[in-house]
């Protein structure tokens, strides 16, 4: 099972450790706020307080042996410049660093990072989009050039099969998925909904009422497909 280190208890850190832990997997966490570290501790496999810029204390806890580590130190950039280096030269194969703005973000891909997230843009983003159009559930920025979008099958798609609604040569746009909602009765009789999703479709897997696609392609075709919903 893939092991995670979170470096830095702020409320994203805090979450995605939880989340994690939730899952079962292994997760240690690594603060230098004594209070933050006991409160992690409760739900982590391993909590940590340390000063995560200093590689001799990292690697003293193991922090080598991660397969993912999440550096979230807050907005002192040099702080995550450091560690993020310190990671990536431990050999850590997924460093994942979070940033604040484009160019804490360009700094951190320069000088390493595998990956960096942007939790408050992102998620502005998301729900812009999501209350900008009642039919789009979901955006999620793949990269600068390409996203994916869940969206409400449109009427006149339902009933017809992806090879006859033919999205790719339309809009050049690939779907990744189909969210179907299956009707049921709970315990008290009360009608209730729930989710099976089909993943990578083929050109025979129909669209019925009441589905959601899941659509990735590039920004701008994306962008396209939305002016049908
Ligand atoms: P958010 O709370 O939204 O995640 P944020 O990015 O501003 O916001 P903070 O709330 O500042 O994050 O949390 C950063 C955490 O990282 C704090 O708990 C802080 O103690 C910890 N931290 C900062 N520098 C270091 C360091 N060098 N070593 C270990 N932990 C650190």
Redesign the pocket.
Known sequence: MRQFAV???????ITVARALSKKGFQVIV????EE?VRIASEFTTVAVQ????DANSLQKVGLKDMDVAIV?????IS?SIL?TMICKDMGIPMVIS?A?DPLQGKILAKIGADRVVF?ERDMGERLAESLASPGIFDFISVSKDYSIIEIAAPKAFCGKNLGEVNLRAKYGVTVIAIKHKIPGIDEAGEPTFSEEIGIAPTSKDEIAKGDTLVVLGKVKDVERLKGII
């Open positions: 470096i830095g208890l702020g409320r994203f850190g690594i603060d230098s706020d933050k340390l000063d995560a810029t979230a130190v807050g907005e002192d702080a560690v979070k604040t939790p």
